[in-house]
């Protein structure tokens, strides 16, 4: 099946994606916020370096979610195929190191629940801080794989917009045929208007040797005796 390239006016830059890949961005954007709680309260009771980079994720997810949303619905110059591809990229790879991390410092705090048992205080505590890290790299998880199906779909978009003769940026397909008809239409007209003038020139400059020859003067002759 053809690649269609028509688009409206403003839009040729935006690729065409498959049914549903809106709903996909938006399950990013819920899960993000999701994981943005659970890390952001895990780093303020147990500030392990797997709950603060799940932060970190997160809100940066919860940024480009925005984005990615605005760009598609709102103004079309706020669209750019580059920097979302980019961002895919970037949160792939951070998801995928993020809830690897916390996963196993959550094992760490659910085992160490078991080695102090005799503590009720502590189990409690350590019981539910594993439990929430544990919930946080889970959804983490999830959302690495969203975040990789959502990488794969832009990626082909991408691939079959480019292959099709379409750009980055808005208009450029449709702005520079004008221009080369009217310099097409400008050429015929020019040699025209030199022509005559080069003529008469030429006319111009011959007359001044014919006059000087007609008033030459006489060779001087002396009088006979």
């Known amino acids: 099946m053809s690649y269609p ?8 830059h935006i690729p065409l994606y498959t049914k549903g890949f809106v709903a996909v961005r ?5 899960i993000g916020i999701i994981c943005l709680g659970l890390s952001a309260y895990l780093t303020a009771v147990v500030p392990i370096i797997g709950g603060i980079l799940m932060l970190f994720t997160s809100i940066v997810g919860f940024i480009t979610s925005i984005y990615c949303l605005v760009a ?9 195929y580059w920097a979302i591809l980019g961002l895919d990229i970037f949160h792939v790879i951070f998801w995928l190191v993020s809830f690897a991390l916390l996963a196993a410092q959550a094992a760490f705090l659910l085992a160490y629940t078991y080695y102090d048992y005799y503590y009720d205080y502590y189990y409690t505590a350590y019981a539910a801080y ?6 946080a790299a889970a959804l983490g998880a999830i959302n690495w794989v969203v975040y990789l199906a959502a990488l794969i779909c832009h990626s082909i978009a991408l691939h079959r917009h480019r292959k099709a003769g379409l750009h980055a940026m808005p208009g450029r397909t449709t ?3 004008p221009v080369v008809a009217s310099e097409l239409a400008m050429q015929p007209q020019q040699p025209q208007a030199y022509y005559p003038k080069q003529a008469e020139a030429v006319s111009y400059q011959q007359q001044p040797p014919q006059q000087f020859q ?7 002759q002396l009088p006979s005796q």
């Open 175 to 177: 702005g520079a045929a």
């Open 26 to 30: 938006i399950i990013q954007l819920i």
């Open 72 to 80: 598609h619905f709102g103004p079309p110059n706020a669209y750019n």
């Open 130 to 135: 594993g439990g929430i890290a544990a919930g």
């Open 214 to 220: 007609q008033q030459a003067p006489q060779p001087y």
């Open 5 to 12: 390239t028509e688009r409206p006016a403003g839009k040729e």
